[in-house]
């Protein structure tokens, strides 16, 4: 764990935390209690105290996923949009979208809880959950590394997935990402800016 946020604490999102904690791009309830059911959790969490402050949000792989909504819908994060994937183990998990510094159920993030290694912390949690419950494999769609992107998709880097021992099958520009970065302006060049990354992790038993 990153020293940084080192006083924070880690915990499964499990049913009982349905009604109380946040659920935003989780889906409905009963969707939440299915995913939980056969896997055990629907997100990694953390809490400053007893204040919740953010969450990793994952859910079983399932292949030609299409989201029915483009980048905004959660599903987004495992619809590679037709891009080849390897042949993945059928106990596969698909990490979705990261809530750093999420305090209630909206889309507002606390910024006091930026830039202190909780996504990362986040990620190196739930990639052990992951490997003790028996996942043969993660996948993850890779962002490009730029702070604007990073915060408006609520991604990771595909840098940081291959320090975390991840591998890139493919990578390919989302023109969905693409036209917004040219709408808002950021100071990037929108090709670059636009390229998501298809990044896998085996595991070895």
């Given amino acids: 764990m990153n020293m940084q946020d080192s006083n924070f604490q880690y915990r499964l999102f499990s049913a009982r935390d349905i009604d109380r904690l946040p659920t935003r791009c989780q889906g409905d309830p009963d969707e939440i209690r299915d995913r939980i059911s056969r896997i055990g959790a629907s ?7 007893q204040k919740h402050i953010g969450q990793l949000q994952f859910r079983p ?3 030609n996923t299409v989201s029915p909504a483009g980048l905004y819908d959660p599903l987004y994060w495992m619809d590679f949009q037709g ?34 290694g909780i996504g990362l912390s986040l990620l190196d949690k739930t990639l052990e959950w992951a490997e003790s419950a028996g996942f043969e494999a993660v996948i993850a769609k890779g962002c490009p590394g730029y702070r604007p992107i990073i915060e408006f998709m609520g991604g990771m ?3 940081v997935y291959r320090k975390k021992g991840f591998k890139i099958a493919a990578v390919y520009v989302d023109q969905e990402l693409r036209s917004i970065v040219e709408r808002m302006n950021w100071e990037c060049a929108p090709e670059k800016a636009s390229e998501i990354s298809v990044c896998i992790r085996y595991f070895s038993f």
Avoid: E, I, W
């Avoid at 997100?43 to 105290?49: H, I, L, P, Q, Y």
């Avoid at 990261?98 to 889309?107: A, I, K, L, W």
């Fill in 43 to 49: 997100a990694m969490m953390v809490f400053d105290g």
């Fill in 61 to 63: 792989y399932v292949p």
């Fill in 83 to 116: 891009y080849a994937t390897p042949d993945l183990p059928r106990n596969t998990l698909a990490l979705f979208c990261y809530h750093v510094g999420q305090t209630d159920n909206t889309q507002d993030r606390d910024p006091h809880y930026f830039g202190k």
């Fill in 157 to 159: 880097p595909s840098d």
